[in-house]
């Protein structure tokens, strides 16, 4: 299975901007559709963005279109969430996720996960 881990969370104020990166070992990554997921404290984890394997494709949640882009580089075997606007309610742990099927990781059913990297945004 692929192996995925998060960088890129820290502390930020409310209209700021962070880039999170996910880098994906051990499978070949263009064979896999790569999403993000976040979860707040207290709260289940919820789908944010996916994109399809050929990074053609890309599709929001409601509550980050317009704010948040999701973007690959196959070369580099890694996924990015470029986060803008970025506001208090945003405050969460942000997942990597990646699976073959497209449908399985907006789903949330996916095969692998990563460890999860720390978003605080303050008002």
């Known amino acids: 299975q692929v192996q995925l881990v998060e960088s890129g969370g820290g502390l930020v104020q409310a209209g700021g901007s962070l880039r999170l990166s996910c880098a994906a070992s051990?499978?070949?990554?263009?064979?896999?559709?790569m999403g993000w997921f976040r979860q707040a404290p207290g709260k289940e984890r919820e789908f944010v963005a996916v994109i399809t394997q050929s990074g053609y494709g890309t599709y929001y949640a409601d509550s980050v279109k317009g704010r948040f882009t999701i973007s690959r580089d196959n070369a580099k075997n890694t996924v990015y969430l470029q986060m803008n606007s970025l506001e208090p309610e945003d405050t969460a742990v942000y997942y990597c996720?990646?699976?073959?099927?497209?449908?399985?990781?907006?789903?949330?059913?996916?095969?692998?996960w990563g460890q999860g990297t720390q978003v605080t945004v303050s008002s």
């Open positions: 051990g499978r070949t990554f263009s064979n896999y559709a």
């Open positions: 996720a990646a699976d073959r099927q497209y449908g399985a990781v907006v789903g949330g059913s996916v095969g692998a």
